[in-house]
Nanobody
Framework: QVQLVESGGGSVQAGRSLRLSCAAS????????MAWFRQVPGKEREGVASIDSDGSTRYTDSVKGRFTISQDNAKNTLYLQMNSLKPEDTAMYYCAADPDVRWWLVFDSEEYNYWGQGTQVTVSS
């Protein structure tokens, strides 16, 4: 049973930083795509950053240069370093994983079968 548990969310002022963590367990797959999504009430879940098993990363345009996705394979943990936060980054952030993501759909939430419970990020101006 794959489990993903996020942590690290909180409330910060614009311009500050946060680091989200996602602890993963229960994997039996040799390689897995992992990603961070975010969602605000009334809107669709949005892909923010992804990383595949060889370390290749992708970012949605709005976070390029500010967010960094990384993983520590020894700790089975995924991270999202978020710098220069903006009020529009306010959302619930989710960690997602799946072994069979089509790379051209890494920001399509339908590609992922495993999700964490989410961690709230609130950025005030």
């Amino acid at each position: 049973q794959v489990q993903l548990v996020e942590s690290g969310g909180g409330s910060v002022q614009a311009g500050r930083s946060l680091r989200l963590s996602c602890a993963a367990s229960g994997y039996t797959y040799s390689s897995v795509y992992m990603a961070w999504f975010r969602q605000v009430p009334g809107k669709e879940r949005e892909g923010v950053a992804s990383i595949d098993s060889d370390g290749s990363t992708r970012y949605t345009d709005s976070v390029k240069g500010r967010f960094t996705i990384s993983q520590d394979n020894a700790k089975n943990t995924l991270y999202l370093q978020m710098n220069s936060l903006k009020p529009e980054d306010t959302a619930m952030y989710y960690c997602a994983a799946d072994p069979d993501v089509r790379w051209w759909l890494v920001f399509d939430s339908e590609e992922y079968n495993y999700w964490g419970q989410g961690t709230q990020v609130t950025v005030s101006s």
